[in-house]
């Protein structure tokens, strides 16, 4: 085993899946996974970090490249000769006869720090492609555009986690911890404890079982109660005045769109009381310690990034933003949500957080590549848009997948996957054979976590060293080895892209010098010697920056900027054929897509398959009783779930969550209808109907 050297004593990293990266040891012999204390997990991992380890072993393991030559033939074992060749053949071919953008490539928040900016180098200099996009676009795109417009930088959560703890009210909008990250609620339990927390959520989830007030809103309807609640706030006379005199702009707008929103309108709208709305501001306000959280159930909306600016408008107008002992931020939910959306995979982006069409940004990083400003491809398709054209005379005739698996996670998932069978080439490198990789012509097998270094940034812009503490498979290759082989076969001189992660590190740092995620003062040695970094470092010396906003925002005035927005509810309501409101989700024991976590039989004893949660009432109406198999519907397909009767559902919203795949995948129900800001889909909410699947 490769890591600290010393026989037994495992190595310190962290787990493979979710934005809070909590700390553990893995050691080799025998293999195991143990908890760290580390200020975000504190000695705790949920299911899915304890049985980790399994997936480094696991019989569904991918260990050989495996290629096949015709469209209907099966996946055979290939050299990595043979598959690299074959892929920069094509690659050659497709550009030759049909230019740059006739290549296209699909990214992951999940990938290290120094993958994702491999990628995006990748992508522009070998390639040449303005066609990169990745599945952070699904993730919390709206989150991050709504951080930048109000607050000049997008870093998720600006504070460490740990301030969370001495919180005496939290309003969690769309977030079940609980569920998705339990360590972290470990940070609410004394705010909950003396009654401070406030969960927005449309379910009685487990998180809104531990608060003081749960509001339970339509779905679709959040950016009105945001608008309701601020208009609360102007009622009551809570607004902190001085506060957004002296750090903010533009309040008297906001508060013009919110004006006609009184909180007795956002009742009939939202279902929520307006008693209960004035209750969570007084909450929050006269706290002395009070935090606004999003997570993917107010982000992912057709109006999502107006939804995120809403609540931000409300944090602002109770001061809570860059007070010390207060905030506003956003739980990222990918392992490296937040550093994948820093460094050049999205498609208008830069590494260092830069615009892709800003001549300062590309000038400087094309100097740090080597290479002309002016070959750099301008900005791209964001990744639905990217996934709908692929085959078409415009779109993409071929595309590489890095960490993602969008036959299970995009929406509208079937058409996702027509366009897929329609490309010249496709290939995925993965670390299983996802269900994205069984319809690849190309397939390559990459080392995991804990086969090699590199580095996360946490939902608290921490920035963290994975170590490698076991030999991976000996067929199996990192994905910087493969952006490297396929680079020198395009014709690049091999030293511009190295395969060293601690190389590719100090070559991000340079790239991003001077950007707003500036990360050119962090090196793996500093990492390495334990040092606590939070995004931006600067430089060398420089302590990091735990709590950016405390002195000024990110605007060149240093004032966070109220956005007017209003309500204009989800693209697709609930009718006479579809009556049901259809919202997705996460349970406990998968992660994402499921890829990994299926593979590991304790989280499959646990929720091994789709279910639909549902009211009982709304079950007997469509004649299905708990535990039955019902197909639940929508305009863009049908799918297959267990009956899951839940008395405290709302009865005109069902839940299915979305990590499985074939007939149960939800997203072959959801609406790809995109937020016009962030371009993210409307994964929360369609119109639906439950039907039984027994023949009639
Ligand atoms: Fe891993 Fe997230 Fe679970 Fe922590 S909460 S053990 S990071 S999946």
């Known amino acids: 085993a490769a890591g600290t050297g010393e026989p037994g004593a495992g190595t310190a990293t962290h787990c493979p899946y979710c934005a809070l990266q909590c700390a553990m040891t893995v050691t080799a012999d025998p293999l195991s996974v143990t908890p760290r204390d580390f200020p975000t997990n504190r000695g705790g991992l949920c299911q899915k970090g304890w049985t980790s380890a399994t997936v480094l072993t696991s019989p569904g393991r991918l260990t050989t490249p495996l290629a096949r030559p015709r469209r209907d033939a099966p996946l055979r074992p290939v050299s990595w000769e043979t598959a690299l060749d074959r892929i920069a053949g094509e690659l050659r071919g497709l550009r ?51 951080g930048t417009r109000a607050f000049g930088l997008d870093r998720g959560m600006p504070f460490p986690v740990s301030d969370l ?28 404890d003396r009654g401070g927390l406030i969960v927005i959520d449309p379910r009685r989830t487990p998180t809104a079982e531990r608060a003081a007030l749960h509001l339970a809103p339509t779905p679709g309807t959040d950016l009105a109660l945001a608008l309701g609640m601020l208009h609360a706030a102007v009622l009551d006379g809570l607004v902190d005045h001085a506060y957004v005199e002296s750090r903010t702009s533009g309040f008297d707008s906001a508060w013009r769109a919110a004006a006609a929103w009184w909180p007795e309108r956002v009742e009939r709208v939202a279902g929520v009381a307006a008693a209960d709305q004035h209750a969570a501001v007084r909450l929050l306000a006269e706290a002395d310690s009070a935090y606004v959280l999003t997570a993917r159930g107010t982000e992912q909306h057709a109006d999502g990034a107006d939804t995120v600016s809403a609540w931000i408008n409300l944090a602002l107008a109770l001061g809570l933003p860059g007070t010390p002992g207060a905030g506003f931020g956003c739980l990222t939910g990918q392992g490296n949500g937040q550093g994948g959306r820093e460094h050049g995979q999205k498609a208008d982006q830069l590494p260092g957080y830069r615009r892709l069409d800003d001549p300062a940004a590309r000038q400087h990083v094309a100097g740090v590549w080597g290479v002309d400003a002016a070959d750099l491809p301008g900005p791209g398709r964001s990744a639905y848009e990217l996934l709908d054209a ?35 080439l496709l290939v995925v490198a993965d670390v299983v054979l996802s269900e994205t990789a069984e319809t690849a012509d190309v397939v390559l097998p990459v080392t995991q976590w804990a086969e090699e270094d590199g580095t996360m940034t946490s939902l608290e812009g921490r920035v963290l060293l994975r170590r490698r503490a076991v030999d991976p498979p000996p067929q199996v290759r990192s994905d910087l080895d493969i952006l490297h082989g396929l680079a020198v076969r395009l014709g690049q001189p091999p030293e511009r892209f190295p395969v060293a992660a601690e190389e590719v590190f100090a ?40 709590r950016p906003f405390l002195d000024a925002f990110g605007h060149a005035d240093g004032r966070a900027r109220f956005i007017a927005v209003d309500h204009r509810g989800p693209a697709e309501q609930p009718d006479a054929e579809f ?32 279910h639909v949660e549902v009211h009982p009432d709304t079950a007997a109406r469509a004649g299905l009783a708990d535990g039955a198999t019902a197909l639940v519907r929508s305009r863009r397909g049908v799918m297959t779930a267990r009956v899951h009767c839940v008395p405290s559902m709302r009865p005109d ?22 937020d016009p800001v962030s371009r993210m889909p409307e994964f929360k909410v369609c119109a639906a109907r439950l039907e039984s699947a027994r023949p009639t």
């Open 579 to 610: 009556p049901l409101v259809l919202t997705t989700g996460r349970v406990l024991a998968q992660y994402q897509s499921g890829a990994q976590t299926r593979l590991i039989r304790e989280l499959n004893e646990v929720s091994g398959e789709a």
């Open 390 to 424: 692929l085959g078409r005379d415009d779109g993409p005739r071929a595309l590489l997948v890095f960490g993602s698996n969008p036959v299970v996670s995009a929406p509208r998932a079937a058409h996702v996957q027509e366009r897929l069978a329609s490309l010249d």
């Open 96 to 146: 030759a006869e049909h230019g740059p953008d006739s290549v296209g490539v699909f990214g992951g928040g999940g990938l290290t720090n120094e993958k994702a900016y491999l990628l995006g180098k990748f992508a522009r200099v070998a390639l040449g492609t303005s066609q990169i996009d990745y599945n952070g676009r699904f993730c919390m795109s709206s989150a991050a555009a709504a």
């Open 507 to 546: 070559e991000l740092g340079a790239a991003s010098a001077g950007g707003p995620a500036d990360y050119s003062g962090i090196s793996h040695a500093r990492l390495r010697a334990g040092e606590a970094l939070f995004w931006p470092v600067p430089d060398p010396t420089h302590p990091g920056t735990p």
């Open 653 to 674: 919203v069902v839940f299915l969550p979305f990590h499985f795949p074939g007939v149960q995948r939800a997203n072959l129900l959801t609406n790809p209808v995109l």
């Open 165 to 192: 703890g001495s919180a005496d009210a939290v309003l969690l909008i769309g977030a079940n911890p609980s569920e998705t990250m339990p360590p972290f609620v470990g940070h609410l339990r004394r705010t909950a």
